[in-house]
């Protein structure tokens, strides 16, 4: 049996507790919860941006996730996501499906690096044209020989359907995303993936987001004579240059831009870059943000 002291001391505490886990359940509902999905190009930078922001502030708590641009764009249209992260614009077949209510926010620039198995690269092959490219994704140039390489056969390495990141490759390089690339022998799903592939092999050929490019045994090789620099990405003469986005639909609202404002802000610019993207300024005179 209980003492009525220590009963009342008891019962002091249970009290106490209850209004603690109330006053938790109640600060749980008042948070609002933002949902990102998207680009899996823009999702590391964009996850880390995520966790110092839910760090900094407790009102708003953001939660992301990825899936690829496709995804990213038709979760915001359709409501299953706030905020969008693509690696694109917009299409034309998207507006025409969901409708013209996207509102657009630069982030960042991004480059589809065309890398080569190392062992390609140091052999001489250290600048393609488009056209080069496109004839060996579509199966007309078959050896490594024809482009002033060694006598091996060509393997190109390209992304799954539904990918940002291949659907910029296919219509700056293809002519269309829909394009047919016969030549492909391996796709895969993500840039990690890519990157790996080639790495590991002696004659690939590939393309992946540039800060993907920036470390490991395989080449960057130039693109019609114009390397993947940040002045050459950002007033993008280099073909493959690419500004990255966070979509919102009909507007934004005060939560979704108080995380966007963080993105674009000087920290989120600070993850950005250590990502491997540039900045969202636009170059200076020295070419650089």
């Known amino acids: 049996m209980i003492e009525p002291e220590r009963s009342t001391k008891f019962g002091l505490l249970t009290a106490v ?9 109640a600060e749980e509902r008042d948070r609002e919860n933002l949902v990102v999905t998207g680009s899996t190009t823009v999702l590391p930078a964009v996850e880390r941006c995520a966790e110092v922001f839910n760090q900094v502030q407790d009102e708003i708590g953001v939660q992301v996730s990825s899936g690829g641009s496709g995804r990213g764009i038709q979760d915001v249209a359709s409501g299953l996501a706030d905020i969008g992260m ?5 299409k034309e077949s998207e507006i025409s499906q969901f409708g013209d209510r996207f509102t657009e926010h630069l982030i960042g620039y991004d480059a589809i690096a065309v890398v080569v198995s190392r062992e390609i690269y140091d052999a001489g092959v250290r600048d393609l044209s488009s056209e080069e490219v496109s004839e060996i994704y579509s199966g007309k140039i078959k050896s490594w020989r024809d482009l002033g390489g060694p006598e091996v056969m060509i393997l190109p390495v390209a992304r799954v359907p539904g990918s940002g990141t291949g659907d910029t490759f296919n219509e700056m390089i293809m002519g269309s995303t829909r394009a047919e690339t016969e030549g492909v022998e391996v796709n895969a799903m993500e840039n990690a993936e890519i990157k790996t592939l080639i790495v590991q092999s002696d004659k690939a050929i590939g393309y992946l987001g540039i800060g993907y490019a920036r470390t490991g045994n395989l080449g960057a090789v130039a693109l019609d004579g114009v390397s993947p620099t940040e002045e050459n990405i950002k007033n993008q003469t280099y073909k493959l240059s690419r500004p990255l ?17 963080f993105v674009i802000g000087p920290e989120g610019q600070r993850i950005m870059e250590e990502e491997g993207f540039f900045s969202a300024a636009a170059p200076g005179p020295d070419g650089r943000g």
């Open 17 to 25: 507790l209850l209004i603690v886990v109330a006053s938790g359940c």
């Open 86 to 90: 693509a690696s694109r614009e917009v």
């Open 245 to 261: 986005y966070l979509y919102t639909w009909d507007g934004t609202s005060e939560e979704e831009a108080e995380f966007i404002n």
